[in-house]
């Protein structure tokens, strides 16, 4: 028995895409993307500016040099928020939105985050406890 011409075309596709989902750098691909952990080992943290937009609503920005990418100084702005719900004796804080910047060599991050005695409600929340001690184990300061 022959096969069809249609369907040895499909068969060749179907075969072709799944040589090709092997393709690609380690950034499409997250199983294999390299984990980081810890601060940079050149990085200078030079502080945390917090400004209360309301009452459960704070504003972080944040400095520093030595970043690797803007990741490193994201974290930093997480931790700050992380610090900041629990000297406020909240349990929990939850990303808003971040902005970063780079100009010669000098990190900002202006962050917002809620904070909350209670796990607030959406994905982007953080245990602000659980937090601070991730952060101060990885060497990124909170205050």
Same mark, same amino acid.
């Given at each position: 028995?022959?096969? @069809? !011409?249609?369907?040895?075309? *499909? ?16 950034? =499409? ?8 952990? +810890? ?7 030079? +502080? ?25 100084? *994201?974290?930093? #702005?997480?931790? #700050? ?5 629990? *000297? $406020?004796?909240? +349990?929990? #804080?939850?990303?808003?939105? &971040?902005? /970063?910047?780079?100009?010669? +060599? ?5 962050? /917002?985050?809620?904070? @909350? !005695?209670?796990?607030? $409600?959406?994905? $982007? &929340?953080?245990?602000? =406890?659980?937090?601070? #001690?991730?952060? &101060?184990?990885?060497? *990124? !300061?909170? /205050?």
């Amino acid at each position: 028995m022959t096969a @069809s !011409p249609l369907f040895l075309a *499909i068969t060749a596709l179907a075969l072709g895409g799944l040589a090709l989902a092997g393709c690609g750098d380690a950034a =499409e691909q997250p199983d294999r993307a390299e984990t980081r952990l +810890g601060a940079p080992e050149d990085a200078v943290y030079h +502080g945390v500016r917090t400004r209360l937009l309301e009452e459960d609503m704070v504003n972080f920005l944040v400095t520093m040099e030595g970043a690797r990418d803007a990741d490193d100084v *994201i974290a930093y #702005a997480r931790c #700050a928020a992380a610090q900041y719900a629990v *000297i $406020r004796e909240y +349990g929990f #804080a939850r990303h808003v939105r &971040t902005n /970063v910047a780079e100009q010669g +060599g000098i990190w900002q991050a202006d962050a /917002v985050y809620t904070v @909350s !005695p209670a796990l607030p $409600r959406g994905f $982007r &929340t953080i245990d602000a =406890e659980v937090t601070v #001690a991730d952060c &101060t184990e990885q060497g *990124i !300061p909170t /205050v």
